[in-house]
DNA sequence: CTCAGTGTTCAGTG
DNA sequence: TCACTGAACACTGA
């Protein structure tokens, strides 16, 4: 699920449930890939007693802003979530296949003196949870370009990084020292929109089209956003609904054929009768 | 059984 | 050094 929009949705409910709250347990699953360098008990010791003052997020890194250093920094990678319970609202041990897989899958658990439960959940475990002493100052977020949500580039400037480039166009969205947030669908679904061939070198874009571009890389962001990333609320014109249909007879709404290439190593879906 | 997948990093190349 | 490409990572579901 994981692009800007599904984690600024994860902020957004997770400043509403825990904003001001001080966390009063934290358990971190033993798994070197999502903790690295931090070891799970360091992570509980430095969580555990501190207050939640602000929930931020940039591009598809979350962390929480406590009331003394080291902060948790996040990232869901391809299958990490955040579930947000009350005291009593999740029960992950209750029998069912599915409520099983997800038990397994809960890597960071804590728990909030207001009885709330966050648990971070990512079975394929690309994950990552890190502390840092000030997250927007270090790598990886300080290493992150625009954030077409919340810090969204001039046009000039947005020009000047695309023109820059003469990899593919849909690889240099997705360059998060770019654009900070942007990841596959959102790539697709913006070059899609803006009639765009996604193979184009990003330095043969015209003016006029880099307006367009820009234009709707906003518009797709703002939309996602407005409706909580829940997808089945995207608009039905959106390329989303149909490019993960069987390959060989995916179709937009209206009937052009979507085709699939791999760019820079990720399945791109587009319409070939509509991006030039 | 095989393959693709909403992401990032790192080694290799030019 | 830089820009770019492709493989690796780990696991699940089609």
């Given at each position: 699920?994981?692009?800007?929009?599904?984690?600024?949705?994860?902020?957004?409910?997770?400043?509403?449930?825990?904003?001001?709250?001080?966390?009063?347990?934290?358990?971190?699953?033993?798994?070197?890939?999502?903790?690295?360098?931090?070891?799970?008990?360091?992570?509980?010791?430095?969580?555990?007693?501190?207050?939640?003052?602000?929930?931020?997020?940039?591009?598809?890194?979350?962390?929480?802003c406590l009331?003394?250093?080291?902060?948790?920094?996040?990232?869901?990678?391809?299958?990490?979530?955040?579930?947000?319970?009350?005291?009593?609202?999740?029960?992950?041990?209750?029998?069912?296949?599915?409520?099983?897989?997800?038990?397994?899958?809960?890597?960071?658990?804590?728990?909030?003196?207001?009885?709330?439960?966050?648990?971070?959940?990512?079975?394929?475990?690309?994950?990552?949870?890190?502390?840092?002493?000030?997250?927007?100052?270090?790598?990886?977020?300080?290493?992150?370009?625009?954030?077409?949500?919340?810090?969204?580039?001039?046009?000039p400037a947005?020009?000047?990084?695309?023109?820059?480039?003469?990899?593919?166009?849909?690889?240099?969205?997705?360059?998060?020292?770019?654009?900070?947030?942007?990841?596959?669908?959102?790539?697709?679904?913006?070059?899609?929109?803006?009639?765009?061939?996604?193979?184009?070198?990003?330095?043969?874009?015209?003016?006029?089209?880099?307006?367009?571009?820009?234009?709707?890389l906003r518009?797709?962001?703002?939309?996602?956003?407005?409706?909580?990333?829940?997808?089945?609320?995207?608009?039905?014109?959106?390329?989303?609904?149909?490019?993960?249909?069987?390959?060989?007879?995916?179709?937009?709404?209206?009937?052009?054929?979507?085709?699939?290439?791999?760019?820079?190593?990720?399945?791109?879906?587009?319409?070939?009768?509509?991006?030039?």
């Amino acid at each position: 699920m994981p692009e800007l929009p599904e984690v600024e949705a994860a902020r957004r409910a997770i400043e509403r449930a825990v904003n001001g709250c001080v966390i009063t347990a934290a358990r971190a699953a033993p798994d070197r890939l999502v903790f690295d360098e931090s070891a799970p008990s360091a992570l509980a010791r430095a969580l555990v007693g501190r207050r939640v003052l602000d929930v931020r997020r940039r591009g598809k890194y979350l962390w929480w802003c406590l009331d003394r250093a080291p902060h948790p920094v996040f990232h869901l990678g391809m299958s990490g979530g955040f579930h947000v319970g009350g005291a009593d609202a999740v029960h992950l041990r209750s029998s069912g296949a599915r409520d099983s897989r997800t038990a397994r899958s809960v890597r960071f658990t804590a728990r909030f003196d207001n009885g709330t439960v966050l648990r971070f959940t990512d079975p394929r475990r690309f994950g990552r949870i890190r502390l840092r002493e000030a997250p927007m100052e270090e790598p990886p977020i300080s290493t992150l370009g625009w954030d077409p949500l919340s810090d969204p580039p001039a046009l000039p400037a947005f020009r000047r990084a695309l023109s820059a480039r003469s990899a593919p166009v849909k690889s240099v969205l997705l360059d998060q020292s770019v654009a900070a947030g942007v990841g596959n669908w959102i790539a697709d679904e913006a070059l899609y929109h803006a009639g765009m061939d996604p193979r184009r070198a990003a330095d043969t874009l015209t003016a006029p089209e880099l307006a367009t571009l820009h234009r709707v890389l906003r518009r797709i962001v703002h939309r996602a956003v407005a409706v909580d990333a829940d997808s089945t609320r995207f608009p039905r014109s959106w390329l989303f609904h149909h490019r993960w249909g069987r390959r060989s007879d995916a179709r937009t709404s209206d009937g052009a054929a979507i085709e699939h290439v791999i760019i820079g190593g990720r399945t791109t879906a587009w319409v070939p009768s509509r991006q030039r």
